[in-house]
Each structure stands twice: as structure tokens, then as C-alpha cells.
């Protein structure tokens, strides 16, 4: 019974779209800030368990709200929608806990005013794209540019306000602009691969999107020419910045592995997988299998290098995402020889 009622409510909340997509460079930033602060073990585990509520909260927020408004649309192109399936009522409940789910942690982490007001507002950016009367999932760029920064940029802004507020380390706001511009151009990336996959569907569901309006041509063009080197070239200046500036207190034997495993991922495309990078499917994976996969155990493993007990979370950790951990030695056997 127990385990019915779970699956209920991760399939409700649609658990298997964001779980192994979202949560983990959320944990990996996490995992850097802490790494960086040297924060022992006491209050790095109380942060990453009340970090995994907020993440559970705010995404469980974003996609239910997404598919409470969404009903309509999904009814005319024949889509499956587990929310229409609620009363009124439970739908109300069901968004007011993930709420404060969302909310709360920061209440409890000394109190952060900014990261609590960050997640105020991630809130409103979830009603503001999917609910009318403005739906700006429908507006076109509009639309696109709130995806880029609900999905991924403020996330991220969310996860380092706490250690902004310390102003232990300096140049961290430097890091920190670095990063929410990386993982802005990261969402636009997944959101216009995202609409030019999913064209035809929400063509049919009368979604008047970005890639409808503009052509999938154009769409391959602005993914190719402009967000893909902007993306690289972000990534390229936070990790230069992490590396160069010493106060920031960043291994530089982590900096020589992110940049390993960047190149390794690379590898595994160009020689294993057999990709054609010009399909917008394979454009997307190439750097998010590097951002969900690889990057996240590294930083972690790095961290329990420096303090043991830290271990412990590479422990839980391996345990919450196991799939990207087998996706993860899989690609490693596959790139030294180990299997095909």
C-alpha cells in the first residue's frame, strides 16, 4: 500500500522527468560551495538535506502547476495528464505543500533572506509561464527566456545565495555571475531543443511555441551558431576564474579533472555512441551527460577526499541516483577498453 501511494505521487509529480536531470548539477554546486567553504561535516549535511527539500518542493511546484495548466491542451493532443484526474481541492493541497517545501529550508539554513526571496520568486516564474492569463510558455522568446531562467539559472542562483551572504570568500560574486550566465544558456539550449523535438505535439495541442512560429531551421541556427559557444565559452571562464583566482580555494587537481572528464565525455560521443551532432537531440546530451553525470560524484568525491565523513553522503548519493551511476562506470568501462 505504502509503496502504491509513492508511486502515485511520483507519478504525479513526474518524478522520472526531472530527477536525474535537475537535482544532480544542483548537488554538484552545492557540493563546490562546500568544498570551498571547508564547512565541516555537521553543517555540510544539514545543508544538503535541507537543499534536497527545497529541490524536491520547487520542482514538484514547477511540473504539477505546469500540468494543472496544461489539461486542456493536453486533452486535444491526446497526452496523458495525472492531474486531471484531481479535484480542485487536492490540486490546491498538493501545490500549497510543495510550496512550503520549497520555501522552508530557507527559514531553517540561519535564516537567508535572499535565498528565500530567490524561491519566492522561482515560485511566481512557474505560475507566470504556465498559468493565464499570461502564459508565457506561449509567448514566444518571452516564453523560452523564463524557461532558461526558472530551469536552471535561478536554481543555481538559489543553491550560492546562502554563501554570498557569508562573504567569507572573496570574488565569490564573480564565480556566481559566471555561473547563473553558464546555466542561463544551458536552459536556453534544453528549451529550444526541447520545443524543436516536441513541434509536432504541440503543434497538434495548438501551442503557438518559439520553434512553431520561427521554423526548426532557424531554431538548429540559433542552438548552433549562438548559444552552444556562448555556453562553452561561460563554462570555460568559471572554471579559468576557479582555477586563477587562489582565494576562491578550489582544487586544482578537481579543476584538471572537471576538464578530463569533459574531454573524456567528448570522447565517448565522437568514438562510442556514434552521435550526429547536428540532431538537436545529441547536441543537448553532449554537455548534459557532463553536467548530470560526471561533474556532480567528482566534486563530491573530491570533498570526502578532504574530509572523510563526507563518505558517507558519496554512500547516499550513489544510492538517490544510481541510474546516472551506472550510465557513469558504463561510460568509463566503454572509453578504457572494459566493454563495447
Same mark, same amino acid.
Given at each position: 500500500?505504502a ?28 557540493f ?9 561535516f ?24 505546469n ?39 530557507w527559514?531553517?539554513?540561519? $535564516?537567508?533572506? %535572499?535565498? *528565500?526571496?530567490?524561491?519566492? =520568486? #522561482? ?7 504556465? @498559468? /493565464?492569463? !499570461?502564459?508565457?510558455?506561449e509567448?514566444? $522568446?518571452?516564453? %523560452?527566456? *523564463?524557461?532558461?531562467?526558472? =530551469? #536552471?539559472?535561478?536554481?543555481?542562483a538559489?543553491v550560492? @545565495? /546562502?554563501? !554570498? ?8 560574486? %564573480? ?61 570555460a ?14 582544487p586544482?587537481e578537481?579543476l584538471?579533472a572537471l576538464?578530463?572528464a ?24 553532449l ?20 574530509e ?5 553522503v ?9 541510474n ?17
Amino acid at each position: 500500500m505504502a509503496s502504491e501511494a509513492i508511486r502515485h505521487v511520483m507519478q504525479a509529480l513526474r518524478v522520472n522527468d526531472w530527477w536525474n536531470y535537475k537535482i544532480p548539477p544542483l548537488f554538484g554546486f552545492t557540493f563546490a560551495m562546500i568544498l570551498i567553504h571547508r564547512d565541516p561535516f555537521p553543517e555540510g549535511i544539514a545543508d544538503l538535506g535541507l537543499r534536497l527539500l527545497w529541490m524536491l518542493g520547487a520542482a514538484g511546484f514547477g511540473y504539477y502547476t505546469n500540468d494543472v495548466f496544461d489539461i486542456a491542451e493536453d486533452a486535444r493532443a491526446g497526452k496523458a495528464n495525472r492531474a486531471a484526474s484531481h479535484p480542485v481541492g487536492v490540486r490546491l493541497l498538493i501545490c500549497l505543500v510543495l510550496a512550503s517545501l520549497a520555501l522552508l529550508p530557507w527559514t531553517l539554513l540561519s $535564516f537567508s533572506p %535572499l535565498a *528565500l526571496a530567490l524561491s519566492a =520568486a #522561482h515560485l511566481v516564474l512557474f505560475l507566470l509561464y504556465s @498559468a /493565464p492569463p !499570461l502564459r508565457l510558455k506561449e509567448r514566444g $522568446f518571452f516564453g %523560452l527566456l *523564463l524557461d532558461g531562467i526558472y =530551469a #536552471h539559472a535561478l536554481p543555481a542562483a538559489i543553491v550560492m @545565495a /546562502p554563501y !554570498l551572504e557569508r562573504n567569507e570568500i572573496p570574488h565569490l560574486d %564573480l564565480a556566481f555571475g559566471l555561473l547563473v550566465g553558464w546555466q542561463l544558456s544551458t536552459g536556453l539550449r534544453n528549451i529550444y531543443l526541447h520545443q524543436w523535438e516536441t513541434a509536432d505535439r504541440d503543434l497538434a495541442a495548438g501551442t503557438n511555441t518559439w520553434v512553431i512560429a520561427k521554423g526548426k531551421s532557424n531554431t538548429q541556427r540559433v542552438v548552433t551558431l549562438i548559444l552552444l559557444p556562448l555556453e562553452a565559452a561561460l563554462l570555460a571562464g568559471l572554471l579559468g576564474v576557479l582555477g586563477w583566482l587562489e582565494e576562491l580555494n578550489f582544487p586544482r587537481e578537481l579543476l584538471l579533472a572537471l576538464v578530463g572528464a569533459g574531454c573524456l565525455n567528448a570522447l565517448k560521443y565522437a568514438f562510442f555512441d556514434r552521435t550526429n551532432l547536428r540532431l538537436p537531440r545529441d547536441q543537448m546530451h553532449l554537455l548534459n551527460d557532463l553536467y548530470e553525470e560526471w561533474m556532480p560524484p567528482l566534486i563530491l568525491i573530491f570533498l570526502a577526499i578532504q574530509e572523510p565523513a563526507y563518505f558517507l553522503v558519496v554512500g547516499i548519493y550513489f544510492i538517490l541516483f544510481q541510474n546516472l551511476i551506472r550510465r557513469f562506470v558504463k561510460d568509463l568501462r566503454q572509453l578504457f577498453g572494459k566493454s563495447k
